[in-house]
């Protein structure tokens, strides 16, 4: 599976952003797809996702400000960030669980694109 990332840009504190994720295979071969970020100088962290089973998790701190949303007949992924913060800079990543028959379920990340916030 690839994963195309884009939307990412420079946006004042308290602006908005959405980006996009694109997958190259149909939805129904996913059964996790959502975002990540990695802060300068910190670990990557869930940001939201679809989750299997069909739940949609948000990291806490994110949920009040962020809506994670999806396309099935365009295999798109987006992330709706509003009132954004400088602490929410970073580079944020896609990232799909694919099923396998045999073995663990295969974990595909997009390239990235870099979201910073001035203030």
């Known amino acids: 599976v690839q994963l195309q990332a884009s939307g990412g840009g420079l946006v004042q504190a308290g602006g908005s952003l959405r980006l996009s994720c694109a997958a190259s295979?149909?939805?129904?071969?996913?059964?996790?797809m959502g975002w990540y970020r990695q802060a300068p100088g910190k670990q990557r962290e869930l940001v939201a996702t679809?989750?299997?089973?069909?739940?949609?998790l948000y990291a806490d701190s994110m949920k009040d400000r962020f809506t994670i949303s999806r396309d099935n007949a365009k295999n798109t992924v987006y992330l709706q960030m509003s009132t954004l913060k400088l602490e929410d800079t970073g580079v944020y990543y896609c990232?799909?669980?694919?099923?396998?028959?045999?073995?663990?379920?295969?974990?595909?990340w997009g390239q990235g694109t870099q979201v910073t916030v001035s203030s």
């Open positions: 990232r799909a669980i694919v099923p396998r028959t045999y073995g663990p379920a295969a974990v595909y």
């Open positions: 295979r149909s939805f129904v071969a996913i059964y996790d």
């Open positions: 679809f989750a299997s089973g069909g739940a949609t």
